[in-house]
């Protein structure tokens, strides 16, 4: 009988059965599609020669995330390539603010009046961030916080919804560029905690940056999986479960699963009935034959960059896509060129262009043409460039990934407690009504995104309960 055996192949399963092969535990892992992966995975989507990332594609939190940087994944071929610029938020006047490595270059970007109060807001935090970073997303009663004087500092800034915070600053640039941050986790300006999601990206940029994976986001997952089978683990792809049975006998099940899906499987009716889904996106990967012509030069240099004119339209975008369930005019963009610092992605001269904009939950339409219109506000003639598109809405995300329900590719609602309090209101969130079967998806604490934490977090969980029998 096996210890443990992990269903869904992410970053965060993938995670958990390393963390559980390290200490000793016989590991089985097994995935539907036909390699690893989940959310973090490299495909050829448009033309040959073009490798472009399905979902996730920039990694300011991959980078930063304490159970990555505590596995020898560069050993394993990872290597985290830095553009010059984390991040860059265009304007219509064809300038920019910038999310750069440097305090002093991003503040002097808001303009004079906002430099100061920026300065002050990240500071505090920037020499703590490591310390910081394990604690906020390692679970209190997995882990007592080794700064916690920090957390709680974090916590008064980072708690109240972004739109307090944005009053800090007395000029739209700041504002903005602030706000985009905070709608990369698709929440609502005005949402609890949102403040704490805006800051997070920050300071990830000022201290580990925000690279891509040389290759492509798949680099992160088969460095993962080697690792997974250097330690005597074993990766099964190609293998559907529908329910336990379909599952060798082990001591352990730990599912990186939607919630829904899980209940599915393991049969436990209505116990995730109550777990909200959020919006959807939009995305396209182009082919392009050449850079993207922004009209702000720093955007050129950045290997994301956010698209909105300013803060009001990007909350207008949140708002159509989250509450008035339709999709926006002006959508809000958020856009990574990753041939602008890994000329493997892309034949020479050429490049590929990743972009998303939100939806509403499970939309069917086709927003290519509003995205493009937004496009072309900042990089006018971009729409000559483009070899090839290949795009995905919430029904051909949901078909790519299971745990993309209507297209939310955080598989769950960031918003009020379901911010931090996922997947159900409890102190102990990976655990399941079956005391052998837990979950360690992005539906669990600290949330969605590349870092494996769900998966580290859950596996502590995991190895407790072993112990014990």
């Known amino acids: 009988m096996l210890d443990a055996v992990v269903v869904g192949a992410g970053p965060s399963g993938l995670t958990a059965a390393v963390e559980l092969a390290r200490r000793g535990f016989s ?46 994944l560069e050993r394993h071929g990872l290597q985290w390539l ?8 265009p304007f219509p006047d064809g300038t920019a603010a910038v999310l750069a490595r440097s305090v002093g270059e991003t503040a002097a970007s808001f303009g004079p009046r906002d430099a100061g109060a920026y300065r002050r807001l990240v500071t505090p935090f920037l020499h ?47 504002r903005t560029l602030f706000a985009g941050l905070v709608a990369h986790v698709m929440a609502p300006l005005n949402g609890f905690a949102t403040s704490a999601i805006g800051l997070v990206f920050a300071l990830a940029a000022h201290t580990r940056g925000w690279p891509v994976a040389r290759g492509g986001s798949q ?71 050449g850079p993207v012509p922004w009209t702000a030069p720093e955007a050129r240099r950045a290997g994301t960059v956010q698209i909105g004119a300013d803060s009001a339209e990007i909350g207008a975008a949140l708002r ?38 939100h939806v509403p939950h499970g939309w069917n339409g086709d927003l290519t043409d509003a995205i493009e219109r937004q496009l072309e506000r900042f990089a006018p003639g971009f729409r000559d460039r483009v070899l090839a598109r290949a795009t995905a809405g919430p029904p051909e995300l949901a078909a790519r990934n299971a745990n993309y329900i209507g297209g939310d590719i955080a ?26 079967v837990f979950i360690c ?27 014990q029998t």
């Open 411 to 436: 598989t769950g609602a960031v918003s009020g407690l379901q911010t931090l309090l996922r997947p159900k209101l409890s102190l102990f969130p990976y655990t399941t009504p079956h005391p052998a």
């Open 320 to 357: 159509a896509a989250s509450r008035e369930n339709r999709a926006p005019d002006a959508p809000f963009l958020i856009t990574v060129q990753p041939s602008v610092v890994d000329p493997t992605r892309a034949p020479d001269g050429k490049h590929v262009f990743w972009v998303y904009g």
């Open 219 to 289: 680099a992160i997952s088969d460095a993962l999986a080697a690792h997974l089978r250097e330690l005597g683990g074993t990766v099964h792809t190609d293998y559907e479960v529908k329910r336990l049975d379909d599952l060798p006998p082990a001591r352990a099940y730990v599912f990186d699963t939607s919630p829904t899906a899980l209940a599915r499987i393991a049969g436990f009716g209505d116990h995730y009935a109550r777990y909200r889904y959020g919006p959807g996106v939009f995305k396209i990967d182009y082919a392009l034959d």
């Open 27 to 72: 590991v089985a892992l097994f995935e539907a599609k036909g390699t690893v992966g989940g959310g973090a995975r490299t495909e050829e989507l448009t033309l040959p020669g073009f490798r472009h990332d399905p979902c996730s594609a920039a990694h300011p939190l991959a980078v930063s995330s304490p159970a990555f940087r505590g596995l020898p």
């Open 128 to 174: 703590r961030w490591d310390t910081l970073v394990r604690d906020f997303m390692s679970l209190p009663l997995t882990a007592l916080p080794r700064d916690p004087v920090t957390l709680a500092r974090f916590g008064l800034v980072g708690l109240p919804p972004s739109t307090w915070l944005a009053r800090r600053f007395r000029d739209e640039r700041a």
């Open 82 to 89: 830095h553009p010059e610029l984390p991040m860059a938020h």
């Open 441 to 467: 998806s992005q539906a669990t604490p600290p949330g969605p995104g590349v870092h494996g934490m769900p998966g580290h977090n859950a596996a502590k969980a995991v190895w407790r309960r072993l112990r």
